[in-house]
């Protein structure tokens, strides 16, 4: 009854259901280690914003490199602003708005921490400068979520050369610094608040949007572990059906043979 298995066609059938268990498993096991990998994430940054302020200098420092861990951790430092250095980034968006991040240089006795004051809207025209509200000025305390520098593997954005003056795609900090009279930190502060909060000021970011912590991946992890199941059952009900046809046509055949007879 079953010599059919092993017929051309179905032995074809067999090695493409072989195939395809252990490739649906594997990509399960992938989007599981995303699961695994998002939630931690987010729990971390949750956590980190949670947490109560540190002084920057604790978690990072010039010339360093913010711990992937400490990222979006509240810290606080103390110095000036420096606006003859302030750099405005190019295609940042705002609630659907293109502009410009604002970012000035606030000079500290540790060094220069390089500070995202927020975001302005764009000019005229593409290559037109912001109108950029000046900061406080003498000593200021700001607070901000500790952020990397810019990369493109971070960020995806590719930086060029040819932009107009003062205006840069990335906020990568160690090549900023190259430019600046002074030993810059290895990150940079995402404004939250500052004091004194002077008069008008770019729109502060709002806090990162930690998701549903992999929740997608999870649904995908179970939805290839579920096509297993779906390759084996219809391999089974390929395989029954085929069976009961057989069966089928034999009785025909006898019923005929029986008549002829």
Do not use: K
């Amino acid at each position: 009854m079953y010599r059919f298995l092993l017929s051309r066609r179905w032995v074809g059938l067999h090695l493409l259901v072989l195939v395809l268990i252990p490739a649906f498993f594997f990509l399960g096991r992938w989007q599981w280690g995303r699961f695994e990998e998002r939630s931690a994430d987010s729990t971390r940054i949750t956590a980190n914003l949670a947490a109560a302020p540190v002084p920057v200098d604790r978690l990072d420092r010039a010339g360093a490199s913010v711990p992937y861990g400490d990222r979006y951790r509240l810290v606080t430092a103390t110095g000036r602003y420096d606006t003859a250095h302030q750099l405005v980034v190019r295609r940042r968006t705002l609630n659907s708005r293109v502009g410009f991040y604002v970012v000035t240089p606030l000079v500290t006795p540790q060094g220069a921490v390089l500070v995202n004051r927020g975001w302005v809207p764009a000019g005229a025209t593409a290559d037109a400068s912001p109108q950029v509200p000046a900061p406080p000025t003498g000593q200021v305390t700001v607070t901000g979520r500790l952020r990397p520098a810019e990369t493109r593997d971070n960020t995806g954005i590719r930086t060029r050369s040819g932009l107009p003056s003062g205006q840069i795609l990335l906020i990568d900090t160690p090549r900023i610094a190259e430019g600046l009279p002074y030993a810059v930190f290895g990150g940079f502060v995402e404004l939250t608040a500052q004091q004194p909060q002077g008069g008008a000021s770019p729109e502060l970011l709002p806090p990162p949007d930690v998701g549903a912590g992999g929740g997608l991946n999870l649904a995908y992890a179970v939805q290839w572990w579920l096509f297993i199941g779906i390759a084996v059952g219809g391999w089974v009900l390929l395989l029954r059906r085929e069976a009961r046809d057989l069966r089928a046509e034999r009785a025909s055949q006898a019923v005929t043979a029986g008549a002829a007879m």
